[in-house]
């Protein structure tokens, strides 16, 4: 079975930081393309990032770039967003998805590409 789970949401001033970590379980995630998303209330779910297997390609939505930074250790089969200079704009839950890929350079942002998901962790960034 493949399992991810998010954690390090929380609530955050405008103009501060999280990291969110996603880790997986069931599957080894060096085998697997990893994407951050996330959903804002009457919003569609919209790619933040992705990372490739191999942590050799990264992408990130022009909203966030500059800000955010996704990493892997697949020694720990986790998964982590660094999120920096949080505006109000980037409240929303915040998911982790796994593409089981053997192509390593796989990195797509796209939802219905990702099988496995998350549950969601709640980012706030609220004064």
């Known amino acids: 079975q493949l399992h991810l789970v998010e954690s390090g949401g929380g609530l955050v001033q405008p103009g501060g930081s999280l990291r969110l970590s996603c880790a997986a379980s069931?599957?080894?995630?060096?085998?697997?393309?990893i994407g951050w998303f996330r959903q804002a209330p009457g919003k569609e779910r919209e790619g933040v990032s992705c990372?490739?297997?191999?942590?050799?390609?990264?992408n990130y939505a022009d909203s966030v770039k500059g800000r955010f930074t996704i990493s892997r250790d697949n020694a720990k089969n986790t998964v982590y967003l660094q999120m920096n200079s949080l505006k109000p704009e980037d409240t929303a839950v915040y998911y982790c998805a796994a593409i089981l890929t053997p192509v390593q350079i796989l990195c797509v942002m796209t939802s219905s590409a990702y099988g496995s998901w998350g549950q969601g962790t709640q980012v706030t960034v609220s004064s």
């Open positions: 069931g599957f080894a995630l060096g085998y697997s393309a």
């Open positions: 990372i490739s297997s191999s942590g050799s390609r990264t």
